[in-house]
């Protein structure tokens, strides 16, 4: 969270695009994790749950098998009924065994004694076994049912047929006489369609879980890139109004000045390289007599004329350029890369447009003219504004040496 208001404060504010990105990368996060978590809870209890029926299911097949088959599997002895097959007895078990089994999921079963011996096992070969190292097995001679899921490469069913990546819940269940456990089943159950049908329901219910975060985040989405544009453009208005002229749309005196000492800085690295374009140009434009268009048309009239004014410098310049209001009827302009005779060019330029037709002032022409002072960068220049006293003392100069120039 810190480093959410952290991200939040720092860059949204200069970047609301930044923020809808931020949100994106939230909601894929929120999305993973989401679906991964409710994946595993929801897979995790499903699969529980199929162990659970299945031993359940094993449990009640046990019983019924014991009570069915207690003669065949049951003996007695001084201290009450023990876990004991005869060998004569063994074919004839296993054939009611497997009738009685076969409508079940049931690929394999095996009867231990209380010393943990397999007495009976529908994979012959087993009986005789002693299984004292098996856990599970000793879990369920202390009384206990002990169920787990397993994947089986191969197995063989009842009917002697092979399966191929079986699923089966393998449960040890004790065999109790009297309150006393005397032996355990091992039942192998089939469980590879339930568990089928679990993963089926899972990816059913993961699929609509992502179909509604989608849906969520989407409409959420769209609302916050409304939301950002809404900011930037607002952050677009109040950035031009903090760095424009409200009267002319020019920069406004901070701005230019800003711009400036980016030049200045430029100019004066390239310089100390050796650089050929390491000139800038600057000119200090002032309008003629306006001081007289104001005290006669007034203030609104000479408002207007500004902005006429400012417009037809900027149609003499480059794209690079720029122009900015110095105050007043004063306007500064930034060349950059513009040696002394670029420079003199540009402002010669200024000069023919606001010569070649008149203004428009109360729908009456009026023909102005300016005095436009002028100077580069130059070897010795400490910063811009001892670059731009220059410009302003030449624009003096050009206003006493009567107007309508540059100097």
Not at 1 to 21: C, Y
Not at 100 to 111: R, S
Not at 124 to 134: D, H, M, Q, V, W
Request: hydrophobic share 40%; aromatic share 8%.
């Amino acid at each position: 969270m810190k480093l959410l208001r952290i991200f939040t404060h720092a860059d949204a504010k200069r970047d609301p695009d930044s923020l809808l990105r931020l949100f994106v990368s939230i909601a894929l996060l929120s999305m993973v994790l989401i679906t991964s978590g409710a994946g595993y809870a929801f897979f995790h209890l499903l699969y529980q749950n199929v162990i659970v029926s299945a031993e359940d299911d094993a449990v009640k097949v046990s019983q019924a098998l014991l009570e069915n088959q207690r003669k065949r599997i049951l003996s007695a002895d001084g201290s009450g009924s023990r876990v004991a097959v005869a060998p004569e007895n063994l074919a004839e078990l296993d054939d009611r065994l497997r009738k009685f089994l076969a409508p079940f999921d049931i690929v394999k079963i095996k009867i231990y004694s209380s010393d943990a011996r397999i007495v009976y096992s529908t994979e012959a070969k087993l009986i005789g076994e002693t299984n004292r190292g098996n856990k599970r097995l000793a879990n369920a001679l202390a009384g206990a049912n002990d169920s787990k899921l397993e994947r089986k490469e191969e197995v063989k069913d009842l009917a002697d047929e092979r399966k191929f990546n079986v699923d089966v819940v393998e449960t040890y269940i004790p065999i109790r006489d009297h309150g006393r456990v005397i032996g355990s089943f091992e039942v192998y159950m089939d469980v590879t369609r339930y568990r089928r049908q679990s993963v089926n329901a899972g990816l059913l219910s993961l699929a609509f879980l992502v179909a509604i975060l989608v849906a969520v985040f989407g409409i959420s989405y769209f609302v916050i890139r409304r939301g950002t544009r809404e900011l930037k453009e607002t952050q677009e208005v109040l950035r031009k109004q903090t760095i424009t002229d409200p009267l002319t749309g020019t920069f406004n005196k901070r701005q230019i000045e800003l711009i400036g000492r980016r030049e200045f800085a430029r100019a004066s690295r390239r310089r100390e390289k050796g650089m050929s374009d390491a000139g800038s140009g600057f000119l200090m434009i002032d309008i003629d007599r306006f001081k007289e268009v104001n005290d006669r048309h007034g203030h609104l009239a000479g408002d207007d004329l500004l902005r006429q004014f400012a417009e037809r410098i900027a149609a003499s310049l480059r794209n690079y350029d720029s122009l900015g209001r110095f105050g007043g009827e004063e306007f500064l302009v930034v060349l950059p890369g513009s040696d002394l005779a670029q420079t003199r060019a540009v402002a010669e330029k200024i000069l023919t447009l606001i010569r070649r037709e008149p203004f428009s002032l109360d729908g009456a022409p009026l023909q102005l003219t300016a005095s436009i002072g002028m100077t580069t960068v130059e070897e010795g220049d400490e910063d811009l504004m001892q670059v731009l006293r220059r410009a302003d003392r030449n624009l003096y100069r050009a206003k006493s040496g009567g107007r309508d120039q540059a100097v």
